[in-house]
Nanobody, 119 residues
Framework: VQLVESGGGLVQSGGSLTLSCVGT????????MGWYRQAPGKERELVAI????????NYADSVKGRFTISRDNDKNEVTLQMNSLMPEDTAVYYC?????????????WGKGILVTVSS
């Protein structure tokens, strides 16, 4: 499993940014896909996760209404559209692929990409 993120960078407060993650080496369509982030000095936290099929997309309360996750199974790509960015959104953003076996979930992580929001 390989996950490669792109689209990070520096943006002003109130601006927008789109992150992309392309997955290779696995059957993309049957994996849950999502994004986590880790700000300096803080633990990694969920941003948004989209199940493989069916189920509800889950967003962190802090990004609801501002961020939108989507996936394109034909392109093996998951994107995170981030609008109305705030300085507190500054973090390294990690793409995650989740393989589910019955009750066991095995996560695979990208290397992460930095998003910096200036005030």
């Amino acid at each position: 499993v390989q996950l490669v993120e792109s689209g990070g960078g520096l943006v002003q407060s109130g601006g927008s940014l789109t992150l992309s993650c392309v997955g290779t080496g696995f059957t993309f369509s049957i994996y849950g896909m999502g994004w986590y982030r880790q700000a300096p000095g803080k633990e990694r936290e969920l941003v948004a996760i989209m199940p493989a099929r069916g189920g509800m997309t889950n967003y962190a309360d802090s990004v609801k209404g501002r961020f939108t996750i989507s996936r394109d199974n034909d392109k093996n790509e998951v994107t995170l559209q981030m609008n109305s960015l705030m300085p507190e959104d500054t973090a390294v953003y990690y793409c995650i692929a989740e393989e589910t076996y019955s009750d066991l979930v095995v996560p695979y992580w990208g290397k992460g990409i930095l998003v910096t929001v200036s005030s």
